[in-house]
């Protein structure tokens, strides 16, 4: 299992926490080796933790292209039918996707595709398991284009998460489960199809694994 590169900064911190925790005991009189060791314990526990977050497990997604997988790992909070006006311009399936604190952040395609839009948008920072979030909270959008769908990927920010990042470049070329980006400490990531293209195959309260649970399925004569 891999872990991803941006963990050295926080990594970093929780080192210079434990030295500053140390040295606050020492000046509080707390004795040298005590000091040291509560120190040492917050360190090792920290960095411990932002190697398990920033994890980045090898997925293996499954070949059948009629197969749509899911772009984070969690547990399904919401899914619903809206009219997505921005992008898809159509009546749209909604799969809302919680991330916890524990979960693996690395946000993979749910679909082979094109990367034909990238942004990033500001605005609030709601609990994610409010429906609100999907409107009004901080994101990144980035939509793919298929050969049989299209699939626009919000990755949210939530009041915990620092920031939400992709790894893209317009007109990348993707495969299913390749990573495209990663969540922060605890977000929602919402995945848009168009209502004609896809059967769901999931339901509300089922956890999922980035890259390799189908969570839909391409119907016949999807795009046409």
């Keep these: 299992m891999g872990v991803r590169p941006e963990v050295i900064p ?13 040295i606050i005991c ?3 009189g707390v004795k040298i080796a005590p000091s040291a060791i509560a120190g040492g ?13 920033f994890r980045d497990p090898t997925r293996n997604p499954p070949t059948d292209e009629s197969l749509i997988v899911s772009g984070a790992d969690g ?12 992008f898809l311009k159509t009546d749209c399936v909604r799969i809302s996707i919680f991330l916890s604190l ?6 993979r395609a749910p679909i082979t595709g094109r990367v034909k839009f990238l942004g990033y948008y500001p605005g609030k920072r ?13 994101h990144s959008s980035i939509l793919i284009e298929g050969k049989g769908t299209k699939c626009l990927v919000n990755q949210i920010v939530g009041p915990v998460a620092r ?13 299913k489960g390749d990573s495209i980006g990663m969540m922060k400490f605890g977000s929602r990531l919402d995945m848009y199809f168009p209502k004609s293209d896809v059967s769901v195959v999931i339901k509300e309260g ?17 795009g046409q």
């Design 10 to 22: 926080f990594v970093v911190a929780s080192i210079v926490l434990g030295i500053v925790l140390g």
């Design 26 to 28: 020492r000046v509080c």
């Design 41 to 53: 314990i917050v360190a090792l526990v920290m960095t411990c933790y932002m190697l398990y977050f």
């Design 75 to 86: 547990v399904i909070a919401r899914i619903s039918e809206v009219q997505e006006k921005e």
């Design 102 to 107: 524990f979960s693996v952040h690395v946000n």
């Design 126 to 138: 709601y609990f994610t398991f409010q429906e609100k979030s999907s409107e009004f909270n901080q």
């Design 163 to 175: 920031r939400v990042v992709y790894w893209l470049s317009l007109d990348q070329d993707l495969n």
């Design 206 to 222: 089922d956890h999922v694994a980035a890259g390799e649970t189908v969570i839909a399925k391409l119907r016949k004569g999807a």
